[in-house]
């Protein structure tokens, strides 16, 4: 950081050792070809044992904030005045004063007391505090540093996060220091601070229904199953030396499921251990896809059945049985397979979710419904048990193909709701039951890269996404703004031409009834010629 001092012709510049360097003007002793206006370095000067991040000035004084985490005030001949030595709070980032909406803010020493306007500092580890000027000249003994701290944030570069089904915290994951992070979202404090070891390379995270345990997979192929409320380390799995890309955690708590790689599924379950206790054992490992799992999900069939899918992008959808997996302990030693299916379309998948539950009323009440998103904005409602889409809509277009579908309920309407986002940039929302009308989704830009992470806290309330560099946004979620949801039998119960109009925007758009029947003709179509039947 550089600066210009007050009064004088000097300049300073900051370094990574502590030092200051002095520059002043040639003046008189300027060399043939220079001005004498142009500065030179003069002296160097020691002013911290750390290095200086900060440096600016305040009226008559040079401020400086260092690593070693002080805040202190010089004169224009670099004489300390005034030191903040017990802020205590990390290495000093950055501190801004409060100016009041005054241009020219004044600052100086009357009375051998600093008069100067109070001021923030923020800090390397995440922290931003608020500090007094007044405390240097008459200390409190319950806060003698003066400061009070507004902020806390994460200070690790965070690679995956994960939001407790209960309560309203977050679980922060760091690949690079190894450290996983309890988060209180009312609060912005961490909570617990886990470690995990940095040869670990930890990079996927996942919550029981509970919040009892956590998983974290790591990009040796290792699955650390910690404690959920001291982040104490229970078990480590590890079979396959793959890096783990997605995990899921059925909701009874009994099953842990993961995709690594080279497209393998492992399935580990809680099982009894020569009758006497319970641990977690592999059940058996499948090498289910041959290109990269884009979704795997435990999910309950409306009959209260648990049922685990995983979903490639060669277009191949597998079912597992579970029911197999608890005689593993009795030498079952393989992840025995449903079903293999592909869903119909052209498209590549890209993501994976279970269908929100349809109302009692409705024709697919008792359906098992997975939706299905793919790289050509299309969302299809796959009924795995009739092996077909039940029905195909319009997605969002913003930004590029969903890599992450959401279902959840909104507290504010007690409807269901599905968030999702996108590779890059773009996050948003979609109105359930889906009727393919683009009024009832939105996007947002909410990162100016990759879209890396995406979470809802258990109420709804809170979209949390995760982009580049740690960086983590967290959103107000507003179903109303969406207006309200459309008929659950229009979505899914009928067909006809006249339904379709009359929930759609295309009948504003074409006037003419003959038009609108003969393009939703063409389009059905071109569906059926998409697909490899003989039509």
């Known amino acids: 950081a550089s600066a210009f001092v007050p009064r004088t012709t000097q300049a300073l510049t900051s370094t990574a050792d502590g030092d200051v360097v002095v520059w002043d003007e040639q003046g008189m002793s300027a060399q043939m070809g220079t001005r004498a206006t142009d500065r030179r370095a003069v002296k160097v000067m020691r002013l911290h044992g750390a290095a200086i991040h900060h440096l600016s000035c305040m009226g008559d004084f040079v401020v400086t904030g260092a690593a070693d985490g002080l805040v202190r005030f010089f004169d224009s001949m670099l004489r300390m005045c005034a030191w903040f030595e017990e802020v205590d709070a990390g290495p000093v980032g950055c501190v801004s004063f409060a100016t009041k909406g005054q241009q020219r803010p004044q600052a100086g020493l009357q009375m051998h007391r600093l008069a100067a306007p109070d001021f923030m500092v923020s800090t390397l580890t995440g922290k931003l505090l608020s500090v007094s000027s007044e405390s240097f000249n008459s200390s409190d003994p319950d806060n003698p540093s003066g400061a009070e701290l507004l902020l806390e944030a994460p200070a690790c570069a965070i690679t995956d996060v994960a939001a407790h089904p209960l309560r309203p915290e977050l679980l922060l994951l760091d690949a690079d220091s190894g450290q996983l992070l309890r988060w209180d979202l009312a609060s912005r404090r961490c909570l617990v601070q886990g470690q995990l070891g940095q040869d670990l390379k930890a990079v996927r995270l996942a919550l029981a229904r509970d919040g009892a345990f956590v998983v974290v997979g790591c990009g040796a192929g290792q699955l650390l199953v910690l404690k959920g409320d001291t982040l104490e380390q229970v078990v480590v799995l590890k079979n396959t030396r793959q890096p783990i890309t997605r995990i899921s955690v059925s909701s009874n708590g009994r099953y842990i499921a993961a995709a690594d790689g080279a497209g393998q599924v492992l399935l580990y379950g809680f099982l ?19 290109k990269e799992v884009v979704g795997l999900h435990f999910g309950e069939a409306p009959s209260g059945q648990t049922r685990l899918f995983s979903l490639g992008a060669d277009r191949r959808l597998l079912e597992y049985n579970l029911a197999a997996a608890d005689a593993a302990n009795a030498g079952l030693a393989a992840l025995a397979v449903l079903d293999v299916v592909a869903p119909s379309g052209a498209g590549t998948p890209c993501s994976m979710c279970f269908a929100p539950p349809m109302p009692y009323y409705s024709h697919a009440s008792m359906d098992t419904l ?3 998103a793919d790289d050509a904005f299309k969302i299809k409602a796959y009924n795995p048990d009739a092996k077909s889409a039940s029905a195909t809509y319009l997605g969002p277009t913003f930004g590029g193909p969903i890599t992450k579908l959401l279902p959840f309920r909104s507290v504010t309407d007690g409807g269901a709701w599905l968030a999702y986002s996108t590779a890059e940039q773009v996050v948003g929302l979609i109105v359930w039951p889906l009727d393919g009308d683009p009024q009832h989704s939105m ?15 258990f109420d709804g309330r809170k979209l949390v996404t995760l982009g580049e560099h740690g960086i983590l946004n967290i959103w107000d979620v507003d179903t109303a703004a969406l207006g309200p949801q459309p008929n659950m039998q229009a979505s899914f119960g009928s067909t006809s031409s006249a339904s379709v109009a009359a929930h759609s925007k295309w009948s504003h758009l074409v006037r003419d009834p003959a038009l609108l029947e003969e393009l939703r003709d063409y389009f059905c179509y071109a569906q059926l010629l998409a697909q490899p039947l003989d039509t």
Request: proline letters at 5%; hydrophobic letters at 45%; charged letters at 20%.
């Open 443 to 457: 996007g947002v830009i909410a990162h100016p890269g990759e879209v890396r992470g995406l979470a809802l806290s």
């Open 370 to 372: 997975l939706l299905v």
């Open 272 to 290: 009894p251990y020569k009758g006497t206790f319970f641990k977690w054992d592999r059940v058996g490992k499948f090498r289910a896809h041959q």
